[in-house]
């Protein structure tokens, strides 16, 4: 491919390497505040690429789409994710069920395995930035493997929501955006989560007075 | 099938020369066995006084009697009779022949067996209960050893009337049958078992371990302990005539054939002369089993009975 | 007034009231109103499109054809029949002092939400709208399920809203590599997301992108309708959970995640060769059917072992659909349609009977049919219903799948009967001491409503023996379009 | 009515005892009004079916096609003479039933434990209607349906009291078992529509149209065996009856014995000889077998029960077993065209199927008496009931002598047309099935003998002798209704034992029907009152004359003794062998009775026993008699699942990164994996 890529595809891949690799220093960060600003890094990286992709094809809603990641990922979900963690007293260190080498390991596994399983899917792709469906795919499954590791709600929370953040990449950078009812609805849907989420946390902590998931294994079978 | 005079009246014979000459055929066998053993013999129409005997008698009943136990000896003495009737001793020409073949003759004795089982059950005492299990002991390994010598015959004869093996066997070629030959060991086995003789059990016997038949009869008394000797001296004429029909039946007389008949009754007394004579030999030289003897003993009737069987489809199907 | 207007607008426009003015004397009144009219308005709906064909609301945005105002149908009447039967239940609930007034406003304020997510999901051309809705729905179930706030409920509703959550999050994934797909060939605008436009173009659509997505949307989707080894969730989430919500997450809940599925799947058939969705969903449901069966013998709590019974039907019914054809669709549609009547009917009757005898575990439960001969026999026939006995419905689907399973797919019928077998040999035997046998009984403050019980379990006796020619007409209709 | 075919006569039939049932709960408490209204009714309606499908016998197979049923597969009905014969039995034994029951359910208290009386003439009566579309359905469905109504029917008949743990776990392990052998009718169905490829039409016509390879045919027999083999109680599958049978009331047990198990039998024969359409040799030999095992095994464990309506139970077991033994021996002769042997083993089968079911209701029925006069099911608590009991005593010696396979009653004819096909198989063209299968019968022999010590130990102990316990005392006979309800079943009983001629030549049809040909021919020739299947020369049996004779010695030889002699009797104790204190408990006890049996055939039983030593303070004896099938079979089976089980509940270990990680795993090895 003798090619110039253009600017724009050069950015938005370069924002998606960004948001990559953010999810793995997600992965290997075991401070819980750390944690929710990297989140929020990675939210903005998003915004930006969102941005990028805006103005390239000029399509309006992928403007308020960028504004609304912006407002939402990048600001308000951390905020109240820090308010929580202060308010709730959550032990800072975060200690993960497998250590943190492994999981970087199992990590990088991963991204080669979502890069094979998109490959063949981003030669089809006719858009500017071929390559962030892989990478949207491996942000998804980096942020499934930190809540399979990680033992603390917050931190699930975090990897649930980093988890959207890929989505959000591939449904902007690889295809443009969804339509705009769409995306309003899954925004809200989060948000409500969040909500949601925050008002459970305090239960849990009412109930357990801790929020380690641990306790939270009584129901079983066996 | 006609029903004509001459073969009602020689049924008619047959049946009243059973009834008579059953307790005869008993006190034979007595007289045999006094002989054998050394001692002094009863007269041989002994079974006979002894009946008149009982007839006057009074009847004394337990008080807990119930009309079943009175019952009993009656239809006993019915199927006693009525296997009599079917046997064919002198002449095949029976009318009531085809009411039960062989198979069915087997069952009459089953039924005599149940409703004697039942009657020494019912006073409830400790005797009768015995007499009763150990009689239905023996009733169901004798009665399929029985059933299968009968088979076994009637494989050869291709039939189970008792009326048509006769006629057949007696009509054939003397060939030798290695089956007829188990199958009379197994008969005459069951016969023994089957009529409460030495080495099953024991007819003249009181001891109470040992009692079978005895046992199951304590309780009667006067014309009801009658009718049921009289139908134990007509069950084992009744063995005796099915095993020479069966083994021996040369000379019994065929239908119309009035000269054979005639023929054919000293031939008949003479036959059950030497049985009885036999029977009281293997009664004096055998001693009476444990009572858990007899299962062998019998098991070993239903075996070779089978290997008759066995035998037959083996050696002579090809034949 | 347009009635599918009226039928989304009862719901969602109820529930802002009962969010305010919860807590009033009528409310629970206004609850079972709602969900009458909404009802109404449904069954209203399914005579005009049964009459008149699919039509379409909000621009293209909402379609309704025979497909889906067979699940409207189903959703509204369970719903109606289910706030029948909470009314008194939850009534015995704060009687008891397991739950105080705001806690009610909550359940019914959700309760009627839950069902506008519902009936929208089911309504929506939009994938993406569908997917917005199956979340929310997840939102507003996740509060009924966590409503006693005890530890136990506490933690099913956060598993539940972790792995539903996560699950959901991989359907949107699957939704995206859709849209991705379907831009290819209707370009970039609004339609790309609208199914009757896939549909039409379904064929052209990429199938190695399909591949991805149709799994992606199953895994998704199939964590909501609790394929195994997806399911941890449910078991959890509709023992300790208040029954009612038990008895619309197993009845509804389920069917509209499997519905989603059925929607992409008739796509991915279009697109990908080899029935390869089919095949999925096959495997899926023969895992899930065999899985469930083999779990149900070691459960101690009532509603946990119907909860997996729930799970063992929806494996039966996504190999149905896998097997795919006019007949399998036909029997899996019935057997959503069944499942959903009788398993909302065990539930009413085992909330019954826990709020008799105070507890769920099985083995504390004795003699039902001594305490209240009504709940005794509801539960009994229900649970023989479910086990597919017939004259139940339950075992006309049955008989349809298995008999259409040996036709086609002989190597799977030892399995699903081995489980059959299996479930029976469980669910029976613990049914059977609860129902029989001796007890003592405490009554309770408002009388227990056995109706909703029995008029479920008559229409699946009834289903079981005929099925009224136009309901078959219907079900052809539907299955027809599934391809 | 004129113009109205049989089939709709039973069709009315069905909804009329629907109707009698659903009427029982417009007053569910009404004891009075279920009892002497409702089940006299049923009986009526019995009556009705009874004489329509006898006389449709031989009339052209009439179907139906009803509106109910699944869209593409409404029920179909057919009404041909193989089902006349079943309905026939179920008519008439059904009616004696219902007509004791009117009788029987009428203590508060006693039968309607734990179910209202109303709820219970619901199940009876939906039971009986549930038999009957059975025998009457022509599609797969239809039959599942009806089939498994029967089982669910008679399973809340058989669980009637739950009040008690036992009687629910034999109603857990009936329904189960039923359930099992359901999905095997099922399986055997779809074998015989074609399988895969196959037609896929599920109607018993498509079913004869369908032809099937060796292999899967048999695979259709084999399935058809075990589940029917299940409902009919054949070995090894045969665990629920001697724990659902006493369980029940006894007219259920007497139902269930009597016509439930038939329909099981009928399904045998419906499957193999009129819908799989074809029959291989070794089909005979495998039911042969089993039916030979089972006969065997049921009645050991007969010979040796405390309980009487286990007794009965194992009893049923083995007249089960000469029913798949009569079968065995039709297929193996239909195998080889050999028609009018096979048709003799037919008869023998439809034959044992009618008198079974009327001996055995009757002796479960004579139970049900009993237990309602003395509480007792325990033989060991029993005896000597003829004295305040002599109709039961009477009617059940009646039901004794079937049972024991003797003439002249019923159970007899069925045995001696059995042993009269035997003779018949060494002329079998198979090398060794012509010696083996002549074997056969000398097992049917022993088994027909132990039947007879197993009937004598039944009757002996609870009828004769003297009373175990002082409250026996206080027994009575059986009501009206009830003695009614008995002696029509004795009526049957003695029918069919002295008129085998008249009713094989009506029960004749269904053999032709299925054979091609009958015995009809030669019955008629010979006349009704003998009995001659292939001869007069051959065999023959005339059991009127039997009767006859024996009744009129009797008869004779009473008056004659009396004419020659006396009548006198006197009343005096029981002989006491000079050792005063004899009461009843020096009786045999049921233990003792059947110990022989327990010697001689140890190793057929798994036993515990205890003997009392000498230091006891208190000695007891006691042996228990367990089934060896319990732990070959069953507890395997049930820790094998168990043991699956824990295994995979390790699934659900509680911890969500666990479950999240299944949901992990399960979408890589996809994305890796599936490809189209």
């Known amino acids: 491919m003798n090619a110039v890529i253009p600017l724009s595809a050069q950015l938005i891949n370069l924002f998606a390497s960004v948001i990559l690799l953010l999810a793995f220093a997600m992965l290997a960060q075991r401070r819980v505040l750390k944690l929710i600003d990297l989140f929020a890094l990675q939210g903005f990286t998003l915004f930006l690429s969102t941005l990028v992709v805006a103005v390239k094809t000029g399509q309006s809603h992928l403007y308020y789409s960028a504004a609304l990641t912006l407002t939402l990922k990048a600001f308000l979900l951390p905020w109240i994710l820090h308010r929580l963690v202060r308010r709730l007293h959550v032990k800072g260190e975060v200690e993960p069920l497998i250590n943190i080498p492994t999981t970087m390991l199992i990590g990088i596994a991963l991204v080669m395995i979502s890069f094979n399983v998109a490959l063949p899917i981003s030669e089809l792709s006719s858009s500017i930035a071929r390559g962030t469906l892989g990478i949207a795919l491996a942000v998804v499954m980096l942020a499934f493997l930190m809540m399979i590791t990680r033992r603390k709600a917050v931190t699930q929370v975090v990897g649930f929501l980093s988890m959207e953040n890929g989505l959000f990449l591939a449904a902007t950078s690889a295809t443009y955006g969804m339509p705009m009812v769409v995306e309003l609805g899954i925004a809200l849907d989060v948000l409500v989560g969040v909500i949601i989420l925050g008002v459970f946390f305090f239960q849990i902590r009412d109930q357990f007075d801790s929020l380690d998931i641990h306790h939270m294994e009584r129901l079983k079978d066996n | 099938m006609t029903f004509s005079l001459s073969g009602f009246l020689g049924q008619l014979f047959a049946i009243v020369l059973a009834l008579a000459l059953a307790p005869l055929l008993t006190g034979w066998v007595n007289q045999c066995r006094a002989w054998l053993q050394n001692r002094g013999a009863p007269p041989l129409l002994q079974p006979y006084y002894m009946l008149h005997k009982l007839f006057h008698k009074d009847v004394v009943l337990a008080h807990g009697a119930s009309s079943l136990f009175r019952a009993a000896p009656f239809v006993i003495f019915g199927c ?240 | 007034m347009d009635l599918f207007i009226l039928m989304l607008a009862i719901p969602l426009v109820s529930g802002a009231l009962l969010t305010v003015a919860g807590e009033r004397a009528w409310a629970p009144n206004l609850n079972v109103l709602a969900s009458l009219g909404t009802f109404l308005a449904a069954a209203g709906l399914t005579v005009e499109i049964v009459a008149n064909g699919p039509r379409f609301a909000f621009g293209e945005q909402f379609f309704i054809d025979s497909l889906n105002v067979f699940f409207v149908a189903l959703t509204a009447f369970v719903g109606l029949t289910t706030s029948i039967f909470s009314g008194p239940y939850m009534a015995n609930e704060a009687a008891h002092g397991r739950l105080t007034k705001p806690r009610l406003r909550l359940y019914k304020s959700m309760y009627q939400f839950f069902m506008f997510t519902m009936l929208a999901a089911l309504t929506t051309n939009n994938l993406g709208l569908l997917w917005v809705m199956m979340e929310a729905a997840t939102l507003t179930t996740v509060l009924l399920v966590s409503l006693y706030r005890t530890p136990a409920s506490l933690e099913a509703a956060w598993k539940y809203f972790i792995l539903c959550g996560v699950g959901i999050a991989q359907a949107l994934f699957g939704t995206i ?307 | 009515m004129p113009g109205l075919l049989p089939i709709d006569t039973l069709l ?291 010979t040796v029960q405390s309980d009487m309506k286990r007794l009965l139970a194992y009893s049923s077991i083995e007249n089960i077993g000469l029913i798949a033994v009569g079968i065995g021996l039709t297929l193996i002769f239909h195998a080889y065209a050999m028609e009018a042997l096979a048709a003799l083993a037919l008869t023998a089968v439809l034959y044992h199927c009618l008198a079974h079911a009327g001996f055995k209701s009757l002796l479960f029925l004579c139970t049900g008496s009993v237990l309602h006069a003395t509480k007792e099911r325990s033989l060991g608590k029993l005896g000597g009931l003829i004295g305040p009991m002599p109709w039961v005593a009477w009617l059940a010696l009646a039901g004794v002598i079937a049972g024991a396979g003797l003439p002249p009653l019923s159970g007899f004819v069925s045995e001696w047309l059995l042993l009269q096909g035997f003779l018949f198989s060494p002329g079998l063209p198979h090398p060794w099935l012509n010696m083996v299968v002549p074997v056969a019968a000398a097992i049917v022999a022993l088994v027909a003998a132990l039947a007879g010590f197993a009937m004598v130990k039944f009757y002996g102990i609870i009828f004769l002798g003297q009373m175990r316990e002082p409250a026996l005392k206080d027994a009575h006979d059986a009501g009206p209704w009830e003695r009614l309800g008995l002696v029509w079943l004795g009526g049957l009983t003695l029918l069919l034992g002295v008129l085998p001629g008249t009713i094989i030549l009506r029960i004749d049809a269904a053999t032709q029907q299925l054979l091609g040909k009958g015995l009809a021919d030669r019955v008629a020739e010979n006349g009704w009152w003998m009995l001659a299947p292939i001869s007069p020369e051959r065999a023959s049996y005339e059991p009127l004359l039997f009767l006859a004779f024996i009744v009129a010695t009797l008869l004779f030889g009473r008056w004659l003794v009396r004419r020659l002699y006396h009548g006198r009797v006197r009343r005096s104790p029981a002989w006491d062998c000079g050792y005063h204190f004899q009461g009843p408990r020096a009786q045999d006890t049921a233990e003792g009775f059947s110990q022989p049996i327990r010697r001689i055939f140890e190793p057929m039983f798994r036993m515990e026993r205890h003997f009392p030593t000498l230091r006891d303070k208190e000695p007891y004896y006691s042996v228990k008699v367990e089934d060896h099938f319990w732990y070959w079979l069953y507890l395997p089976v049930a820790r094998a699942a168990a043991w699956v089980s824990t295994l995979i509940t390790h699934l659900q270990g509680g911890r969500i990164a666990v479950y999240l990680m299944y949901s992990f795993v399960t979408l890589i090895l996809l994305l890796l994996v599936a490809r189209p």
């Open chain 2, 80 to 319: 006693m009779v009525l296997a009599c009737a079917i046997i064919p001793s002198l002449s095949t020409d029976l009318p009531f022949a085809p009411a039960a073949d062989a198979l069915a003759l087997v069952g009459v004795f089953g039924l005599a067996r149940v409703f004697i089982a039942l009657a020494g059950m019912d006073i409830g005492t400790s005797f009768g209960t015995l007499g009763g299990r150990r009689e239905m002991l023996v009733g169901f390994l004798a009665e399929p050893a029985l059933l299968i010598v009968i088979f076994t015959v009637a494989l050869i004869v291709q039939s189970t009337s008792v009326a048509t093996i006769v006629e057949t066997l007696a009509h054939r070629d003397f060939i030798i049958y290695p089956s007829l030959a188990f199958a009379g060991v197994a008969f005459t086995m069951v016969s023994l078992a089957e009529n409460a003789r030495v080495p099953v059990d024991n007819p003249a016997t009181h001891l109470e371990l040992t009692m079978i038949h005895e046992a199951m009869i304590l309780e009667y008394s006067g014309r009801h302990l009658a009718l049921i000797e009289w139908a134990a001296s007509l069950k084992l004429y009744a063995y005796s005539c099915l095993g020479l029909a069966l083994f021996f039946p040369w000379g019994i007389a065929e239908r119309d054939n009035f000269l054979a008949l005639l023929a054919a009754i000293p031939l008949l007394l003479l036959k059950l002369g030497i049985g009885g004579f036999l029977l009281a030999l293997i009664e004096t030289i055998n001693a009476k089993m444990r009572i858990f003897r007899a299962p062998e003993f019998l098991g070993t009737a239903f075996l070779l009975a089978v290997l008759g069987m066995l035998v037959k489809l083996l050696l002579e199907n090809r034949v």
């Open chain 3, 177 to 483: 590599l859709l849209y991705f797909a379907a831009e290819r060939v209707l370009g970039h605008s609004g339609t790309a997301l609208l199914w009757t436009h896939l549909v039409e173009v379904k064929g052209q659509l990429e199938p190695a992108i399909m591949v991805l997505a149709f799994i992606f949307l199953l895994v998704g989707y199939g964590t909501k309708v609790g394929l195994a080894p997806l399911h941890n969730w449910l078991p959890d989430a509709h023992a300790e959970g208040p029954t009612p919500v038990s008895a619309v997450l197993s009845g509804l809940l389920l069917n509209v995640a499997l519905y989603a599925i059925l929607r992409v799947k008739v796509l991915a058939d279009g697109a990908i060769p080899d029935n390869f969705a089919g095949n999925l969903m096959m495997g899926f449901g023969l895992f899930t059917l065999l899985l469930a069966a083999f779990f149900l013998s070691r459960q101690k709590d009532v509603k946990r072992m119907f909860a997996y019974s729930s799970i063992e039907h929806m494996g039966l019914i996504t190999f149905a659909f896998g097997m795919g054809g006019a007949v399998a669709n036909f029997a899996g549609l019935l057997h959503m349609t069944m499942h959903s009547l009788t398993k909302s009917a065990i539930f009413f009757a085992v909330g019954h009977a826990t709020q008799k005898t105070g507890t769920q575990i099985m083995a504390d439960i004795r003699g039902l049919m001594k305490i209240n001969p009504l709940i005794g026999w509801g539960l009994m026939l229900g649970t023989l219903a479910i086990l597919g006995m017939p004259p139940f419905g339950v075992f006309a689907s049955e008989f349809m799948i298995l008999t259409h399973a040996m036709k086609h797919h002989a190597w799977a019928t030892p399995i699903l009967l081995l489980a059959l077998g299996v479930a029976f040999a469980a669910i029976f035997g613990k049914v059977q001491p609860m129902v029989f046998g001796e007890t003592e009984a405490k009554r309770l403050p408002h009388a227990p409503a056995i109706t909703p019980v029995f008029v479920h379990l008559g229409l699946v006796l009834m289903l079981g023996l005929w099925i009224p020619p136009y309901l078959t007409r219907w079900f052809h209709e539907a299955a027809r379009m599934l391809g």
């Open chain 4, 12 to 302: 009315i039939v069905a909804c009329a005892w629907l109707a009698i049932g659903a009427a029982g709960l417009v007053a569910p408490r009404n004891t009075r009004f279920i009892a002497r209204t409702l089940f006299p009714l049923g009986a009526l309606v019995g009556i009705v079916a009874g004489l329509v499908a006898l006389g449709s016998l031989g009339s052209p197979a009439q179907t139906a096609v009803l509106a109910i049923g699944l869209p593409d597969l409404p029920f179909h009905l057919r009404l041909d003479n193989l089902s006349a014969v079943f309905v026939l039995l179920l008519g008439i034994v059904s009616a004696g039933i219902s007509i004791y029951a009117a009788g029987y359910f009428r203590h508060p208290g006693q039968g309607g434990q734990g179910t209202a009386p109303g709820v219970l003439c619901v199940e009876y009566h939906l039971f009986l209607a549930s038999m009957l579309m059975v025998l009457l359905a022509d599609d797969a469905y239809a039959f599942m349906v009806a089939w498994e109504t029967m089982a669910l029917s008679s399973f809340f008949l058989v669980t009637t009291d739950h009040r008690h743990a036992a009687i629910r776990q034999a109603g857990y392990l009936y329904l189960l078992i039923a359930h099992v052998g359901a999905i095997a009718i099922l399986l055997s169905f779809g074998v015989m529509t074609g399988g895969v490829g196959g037609s896929g039409d599920y109607t018993f016509a498509g079913m004869r149209a369908q032809e099937l390879s060796p292999f899967w045919g048999s695979v259709a027999f084999l399935l058809a065996l075990f589940g029917f083999g299940a409902k009919a109680g054949l070995l090894p599958v045969h665990v629920w009856l001697p724990e659902a049978h006493p369980a029940a009331p006894s007219p259920v047990s007497a139902l269930m014995s009597g016509v439930m198990l038939k329909t099981a039998i009928y399904g045998l024969l419906r499957v193999s000889f009129d819908l799989v359409g074809m029959t291989l040799w070794w089909w005979g030999v495998v039911a042969l077998a089993i039916g030979l095992l089972t006969a065997l095994f049921g009645v050991f464990y007969a």
